[in-house]
């Protein structure tokens, strides 16, 4: 395909080589998650992983994903998951696309030596857009 004849502002700089495109994309899925793989995997059962709320306790509080457990990013360290076997797999996520409250948990976890994926769209996207069950300021799922 010829790069000169398209007049596209999608494609208006260079469209990398596909192997390079093939390895970036994997290396961010190796990465990431979604809601809806998450979902499926709370329905399914899948108990391999751990998913961490990495928000504040009281924004937990208020909402967070069923199955989640509360572990704000900014306590996150060495003895806080002291806990953890080093096998433990984690998926974190935090508010939304507009926070990188994830990543920075994220980071810290796999600076720790535990495999993590973040879990993109947050609550946001798992609450308002995809309306998966939450618990509600109180222990059952809200439906």
């Excluded at 003895?79 to 096998?87: E, L, M, N, R, V």
């Amino acid at each position: 395909m010829s790069t000169t004849a398209i007049v596209s502002n999608a494609f208006a700089t260079q469209v990398a080589a596909s192997d390079h495109a093939h390895a970036f994309f994997t290396d961010k899925l190796a990465c990431e998650t979604d809601c809806s793989d998450v979902y499926a995997d709370i329905k399914a059962g899948n108990k391999d992983y751990l998913l961490l709320d990495v928000r504040s306790s009281e924004a937990y509080e208020k909402s967070h994903a069923i199955t989640a457990l509360s572990m704000p990013h900014k306590e996150i360290n060495q003895q806080s998951f002291a806990q953890y076997d080093k096998d433990t797999l984690f998926i974190v996520y935090c508010w939304g696309p507009g926070c990188n409250g994830a990543t920075k948990a994220a980071a810290k976890i796999s600076a720790l030596g535990f495999a993590v994926k973040e879990m993109i769209g947050g609550i946001h996207y798992w609450e308002d857009f995809e309306r998966y069950p939450v618990n509600r300021r109180v222990n059952e799922a809200q439906q």
